[in-house]
């Protein structure tokens, strides 16, 4: 796998003065029976070293070590790099010389209706969220409250600085959203809300990428 023909979105998110963003990109076809497999072998919890509202969360040791999920990875990092150059130059200020970049243990989080993930932010210098299964439709999740004034219901959210205080901006993931990946700033803010449609779990891997030492 290499950059050429990694196909992926850029995202812009402006914070200050510097911009920045993220990327959306596919889970390579080839690549999803290992994650399958990972997640449903899964048993070592994760809870204490997590923010998440949620029962089930759980180290992923074997996609961790798994060679084509790194190189997946790595080049979603440089994708990254490569659009926002900006906030890569901010960390070379900051760090001085970037010997390369290291994904830490992956985990994965089994997300019951009405659970959800308060704000937070990672460590590591990029994060990602992969969504495996999502048993909802936005539309439907909507409903539940229609005549909300900002109907964010179920969605992902990135927190940021606005000219007016702090903007939310809300990706509205559910089941069309299967199998794609955001990765973004790990000191990004970022939250989950809850869904209340189905009773299947919302199924998702989150990682973080640091600089090699």
């Known amino acids: 796998m290499d950059l050429e ?24 076809p080839e690549l999803r029976p290992t994650i399958l497999q990972a997640t449903q072998a899964a048993d070592q919890p994760y809870q204490l070293d997590l923010v998440g509202q949620i029962q089930e969360e759980y180290l992923l040791t074997s996609l961790g070590d798994d060679l084509a999920w790194n190189e997946f990875l790595k080049c979603a990092a440089m994708a990254h790099e490569s659009s ?20 830490s243990l992956p985990w994965v989080n089994r997300m019951q209706k009405h659970e959800y993930n308060p704000m937070h932010i990672h460590s590591g210098v990029l994060s990602y969220v992969l969504w495996v299964n999502v048993p909802f439709q936005i539309e ?21 600085s606005g000219p ?15 199998w794609e990946m955001v990765m973004f700033p790990a000191q990004l803010h970022h939250l989950v809300y809850p869904f209340q449609t189905s009773d299947q779990p919302r199924v998702s891997i ?8």
């Open 140 to 160: 439907d999740e909507r409903r539940v409250c229609a005549l909300a004034k900002n109907n964010d219901a179920a969605s992902f959210v990135f927190v940021v």
């Open 206 to 213: 989150s990682g973080n990428v640091h600089l090699a030492s």
């Open 5 to 28: 023909n990694f196909r992926f979105t850029p995202h812009a998110l402006a914070h200050s003065a510097q911009v920045y963003g993220y990327i959306q990109c596919s889970c390579p």
């Open 164 to 178: 007016m205080g702090v903007d939310q901006i809300c990706l509205p993931v559910d089941q069309s959203w299967e």
């Open 84 to 103: 926002f150059p900006g906030y890569w130059s901010q960390l070379k200020k900051m760090t001085g010389a970037m010997a390369g970049l290291h994904p």
